[in-house]
Every structure is written in C-alpha cells, then in structure tokens.
C-alpha cells in the first residue's frame, strides 16, 4: 500500500466528518433551493476566482435563511493542509449576486474537516467543478452538496440533488476513476 491510501485512510479516522447536508430531513432546503438564483456551479466558479480551488459546496439553510457555502484552499490543490489557507466563502444565494463573507478557519473542527476534504482530492485529477459535472451526467436535478469522503475505502464526493419531485437523490463520483453512480 502507497503513502498516499494510508493518508486517506487516517484522515478519515483521524478527522470525523461532520455530516453532509442531505442526511437526514432536506425537505425544508429542497423547497428553498428554488428561491437561489446561484446554482452551486456559480458558487464554485465565483469562490475560484477569488479564493484559491474549491474542495467542497453545499447549500443549506442557516438562521432561517438559504446559504451557499464554498470551502477553498487559497494555495491551491498542489499545497498540503499544513501550508495552505484553508477558509470558507458563505452567503444568501437568494440574491442577484452572490456577497459571500469569507472566513479563514482557525477552529480545530473546520481545519480538520477542510483539511481532510483537501486531501482527499489531491489524490484526483478533477476538480470539484469537474467532479459536479460528472454527477450531473448521470442525474437530473438541482445540485444542492458535493462533499469529499470516505466510502468503502475509497475517496469520493457524495453529490446531492433536489429531484423536481422534491426528493433527494445521491451520486458518488470516485476520485480516482472519475466514474459517478448512483
């Protein structure tokens, strides 16, 4: 076994990863995401541009309100954890554009999340962006999450969707492969 699987593999011991949003009651987000006129695409490009690669979105409703949430990393992909910014971009999608505020984390819990969300996506040539696109291939719907994790052993975004049923649906895109099921 490489260095790089066992990294991957205490990361995801080491750093409990707060649950992603879909777990659980979504219905009240579901219907909210309607009201964005940000998708998490935009959010993801936008937080790029500004703020170094994107490691994880999600959408979520904070204080009563829909938030659209970017994780990045100001040094890029290419810099570990350890000499890297690691910070959020959050605002009201709802708006015509999107004003995140920007957080640099300091708190144990969000550098160990971030940290381990960067990690697992240096072991992949795609970004989040690209991870999004390949998920959206194979599902219709409103992307609302796409978080890095640990499944079965093996480093991949868990991508959320709001079905224009008012479901949610759950794609996994493997990191290494780049292939997304269902």
């Known amino acids: 076994m490489s260095n790089m699987p066992k990294l991957i593999l205490v990361a995801a011991f080491a750093f409990p990863l707060v649950a992603a949003a879909g777990e659980g009651d979504d219905a009240d987000l579901i219907k909210r995401l309607a009201d964005s006129k940000h998708s998490l695409t935009d959010g993801i490009k936008q937080a790029e541009k500004a703020s170094g690669a994107a490691i994880s979105a999600k959408c979520e409703v904070e204080d009563g309100k829909l938030s659209l ?28 554009e999107w004003q995140p505020k920007t957080e640099v984390f300091a708190d144990k819990e969000h550098i160990a ?18 991870v999004v696109k390949k998920a959206s291939a194979v599902q219709k719907g409103t992307i609302y ?3 890095p994790t640990v499944k079965n052993g093996k480093p991949v975004v868990v991508v959320l969707f709001a079905t224009p049923d008012g479901k949610s649906a759950t794609v996994n895109v493997d990191l290494q492969t780049g292939k997304a099921a269902k």
């Open 145 to 147: 999450s796409a978080i």
């Open 69 to 96: 949430s970017v994780y990045t990393a100001r040094n890029g992909r290419e810099k570990d954890a350890e000499h890297n910014t690691l910070m959020e971009l959050s605002g009201e999608p709802t708006a015509a």
């Open 113 to 130: 999340r971030s940290a381990t969300q960067l990690t697992l996506l240096q072991v992949s040539k795609l970004s989040l962006a690209d």
